[in-house]
């Protein structure tokens, strides 16, 4: 009923910067926040930035004053910019909604933790 799709991965240099955009599909009347959350190898799921339809953010300490998170409400699309990257930043990107309401059928459905499928970060020389 709903998807969210991922893009902007890839391979980059230390310092170097990317852009991921995250865009959620169906009958989606709002979302209440969306953000991102990456896992390394042999590491736990993290959050990385998030953000509310108040326009509200939050971010990990590790990525404050480099990554910037911002969306798009009426598109349903968040996007993280991501400047001054770093190896320790290479991970798997995870996209993440929460409380969106949308309509399966004729039905207004509220759903909770919906996630991508994740896109590859690589930040290496």
């Known amino acids: 009923q709903v998807q969210l799709v991922e893009s902007g991965g890839g391979l980059v240099q230390p310092g170097g910067s990317l852009r991921l955009s995250c865009a959620a599909s169906?009958?989606?009347?709002?979302?209440?926040?969306m953000g991102w959350y990456r896992q390394a190898p042999g590491k736990q799921r993290e959050l990385v930035a998030r953000?509310?339809?108040?326009?509200?953010?939050e971010y990990a300490d590790s990525v404050k004053g480099r990554f910037t998170i911002s969306g798009d409400n009426a598109k349903n699309t968040v996007y993280l910019q991501m400047n001054s990257l770093k190896p320790e930043d290479t991970a798997v990107y995870y996209c993440?909604?929460?409380?969106?309401?949308?309509?399966?059928?004729?039905?207004?459905?509220?759903?909770?933790?919906?996630w991508g499928q994740g896109t590859q970060v690589t930040v290496s020389s």
């Open positions: 993440h909604a929460d409380q969106i309401r949308y309509y399966s059928g004729s039905y207004l459905t509220i759903s909770e933790n919906y």
């Open positions: 169906g009958r989606i009347v709002s979302i209440y926040v």
């Open positions: 953000i509310t339809s108040t326009s509200s953010t």
